[in-house]
């Protein structure tokens, strides 16, 4: 015996979506050069979408929408989601604990570009044309030219700044000189005893005195620390404008470039766009690559249903299908004042050929859910034949003689009631067996 749930459901693949393709940074119009799918094809991470001006859009796994193009410095969680997906595809990323566009997201975007055969964007121009590739004036190596000059500039105000700093040893010891001999001659006129000549004598010592103070002091070197300030002002601004550049040339992803799509794999089911064509609104229709039967119960039964539960429906080819119960949840905003609620119940098909799964998809199929059974042959009896006895316990009225009408009332213990019938585990008292005639509706 066994007990089934019995439903119709709709075969469909799952959550499908529209997919619109960003194209605000491409410049011009944005024609589709080539990579067009066909109806049928599966997109992983890592799958070109399309090839819109020259360039791919990169299918990634995730829930956020593409919304501006990312770039070494911003952050956001759009740029948690990239890291994230590079991060699930094996590619560098940086730590997962930042939402910071680093140079380690840009290593890893670059070689996600590399490892789908396309040159990796390197400059952060608005366009699509302008992102797939460097300039002809390399803005890094003219920032390095100029640190470079900077560097030269302030080398040599610092060399002009310590040569006006450095004392004239000739002027100071010409000054020592000088205090020398007028200190002698000074002596000479004092021993004379000339007033006149000491006087002389002390006014050329005053003098030589004043020479050396002069030949020793610290110079005015104002103008010179000047030039050094200037000069490593402008190493600092050219040290500044060579990180700038450099950032800019790591690779950056362009916003008409990546398609997040969550639940990977998916299938396309229709594409809207051709070679040549312009993108213009809705480019393809995807959906889940799993075909599944989406049908609705009661609760009542629902409540016989979880996920593994087996099933099985008959295919267009006339052979019978397994299936699998995925998911049983209630269906929003259902149920009536007395609180009766349906449930959407979501089966996976196995094992399916591609001729079934082509002729399955958008039919709708009787599905069959077991959901308690006996193992092998069991006793059973009729249900309208069980009655219940004063103590709460189950009997049934057997016919002994049919001519006499006796009958017994033998006490059992029941199991899987299924299709009007109900098992009969174990006798309590009495005899009964197979073929047994049984009282009903008593």
Do not use: C, H, W
Request: proline letters at 5%.
């Amino acid at each position: 015996m066994s007990n089934t749930v019995t439903t119709r459901g709709d075969v469909k693949f799952a959550d499908s979506v529209d997919v619109k393709l960003e194209t605000g940074d491409i410049g011009g119009s944005p024609v589709v050069t080539g990579q067009v799918p066909e109806a049928g094809a599966i997109f992983n991470p890592g799958s070109i979408a399309l090839e819109v001006v020259g360039r791919p859009v990169i299918v990634l796994p995730g829930d956020l929408p593409v919304y501006r193009t990312l770039r070494a410095g911003l952050s956001g969680p759009d740029v948690l989601q990239l890291k994230q997906a590079l991060a699930s595809m094996g590619f560098e990323s940086g730590s997962l604990d930042s939402n910071m566009y680093d140079s380690s997201t840009a290593a890893g975007v670059k070689a996600l570009y590399e490892s789908v055969g396309y040159t990796p964007p390197t400059s952060t121009g608005s366009g699509a044309g302008a992102a797939a590739g460097a300039s002809s004036a390399d803005p890094v190596t003219q920032a390095q030219n100029d640190v470079q000059s900077a560097q030269q500039n302030l080398a040599q105000a610092q060399s002009g700044l310590a040569q006006a700093q450095a004392p004239n040893l000739v002027e100071q010891a010409q000054a020592d000189n000088t205090v020398r001999e007028a200190q002698r001659a000074l002596n000479t006129a004092t021993a004379a005893g000339d007033p006149n000549a000491i006087a002389a004598a002390n006014d050329a010592l005053a003098l030589a005195a004043l020479q050396q103070s002069i030949a020793y002091a610290p110079k005015d070197t104002s103008a010179e620390i000047a030039q050094v300030t200037a000069a490593q002002s402008a190493l600092n601004m050219a040290q500044e404008a060579l990180a700038n550049a450099q950032e800019s040339a790591l690779t950056s992803l362009p916003a008409s470039e990546v398609l997040y799509l969550n639940s990977l794999p998916r299938r396309v089911d229709e594409v809207s766009v051709k070679r040549g064509g312009v993108l213009n609104g809705v480019a393809m229709t995807v959906s889940g690559a799993t075909l599944q039967i989406v049908s609705t119960v009661s609760k009542a039964d629902a409540e016989l249903l979880k996920p593994g539960t087996k099933a099985e429906f008959p295919a267009p080819d006339d052979s019978t299908v397994s299936a699998e119960v995925v998911s049983v949840e209630p269906q929003k905003s259902t149920g009536d004042k007395k609180g009766t609620t349906s449930y959407d119940v979501v089966l996976a098909p196995k094992d399916l050929t591609e001729s079934q799964l082509t002729a399955l998809k958008g039919t709708n199929v009787k599905v069959t859910i077991p959901v308690s059974a006996t193992d092998g042959k069991v006793l059973a009896v009729p249900l309208a034949a069980v009655q219940a006895g004063p103590g709460g316990e189950s009997r049934i009225e057997v016919l002994l003689d049919a001519e006499k009408q006796e009958t017994k009332l033998i006490t059992v213990e029941t199991g899987l009631a299924a299709d009007g019938y109900v098992e009969v585990k174990a006798v309590k008292d009495g005899a009964f067996g197979s073929g047994d005639p049984v009282v009903v509706g008593r």
